[in-house]
């Protein structure tokens, strides 16, 4: 019922240590058969990290995949899963989403997944290309202190206030 895993890898030359590999996984499965019908859920959540010195690349990944299925008789089965995932790659905070339903009726089997990803930089991201004397890219993302920065709606012309918005939409109204 309780389970998981891992790995450790390394990759050496003869002057460095060029690669750190390793992950980290662990949750929960369970199944359940009634004879014209089975089903099985797991969620697993996970660490993932990689240090690669000779591409000066950093990347850590935490994530979480919830999955579940039933089957009736073998002939109609059903699945769907959930993968999350919060990492840093290279100064940027980057965020995914999957969300994959699959629906098997004899020998026909039509999968749809759809797909999510936000990227955006901390400050330290354009600081340190500021300090070193390079542009941030001309399509960065944009830092957290953009996204929360008040900004004139292009529509209406309005000036919005997205932490303002934030914490007046939970206040109480006479």
């Given at each position: 019922m309780l389970g998981g895993g891992g790995y450790f890898g390394i990759v050496l030359n003869p002057r460095q240590i060029a690669v750190l590999?390793?992950?980290?996984?662990?949750?929960?499965?369970?199944?359940?058969?009634?004879g014209v019908a089975s089903g099985s859920l797991s969620v697993m959540a996970g660490i993932y990290f990689r240090l690669d010195l000779a591409q000066d690349s950093v990347t850590l990944v935490g994530y979480l995949r919830a999955r579940g299925e039933v089957?009736?008789?073998g002939i109609v089965s059903?699945?769907?899963e959930l993968y999350m995932e919060l990492g840093y790659k290279d100064g940027y905070a980057i965020g995914r989403a999957s969300l994959t339903i699959s629906i098997e009726i004899g020998f026909f089997e039509t999968p749809v997944t759809i797909h999510c990803?936000?990227?955006f930089a901390g400050s330290g991201a354009r600081s340190a290309a500021f300090a070193a004397g390079e542009e941030p890219p001309a399509i960065a993302p944009p830092s957290f202190v953009d996204l929360m920065s008040p900004y004139d709606d292009p529509v209406t012309g309005a000036r919005i206030d997205p932490v303002f918005d934030?914490?007046?939409?939970?206040?109480?109204?006479d």
């Open positions: 590999d390793a992950a980290i996984e662990f949750g929960a499965a369970v199944s359940m058969n009634f089957d009736v008789l059903a699945s769907i990803e936000k990227k934030y914490c007046t939409a939970f206040a109480e109204v």
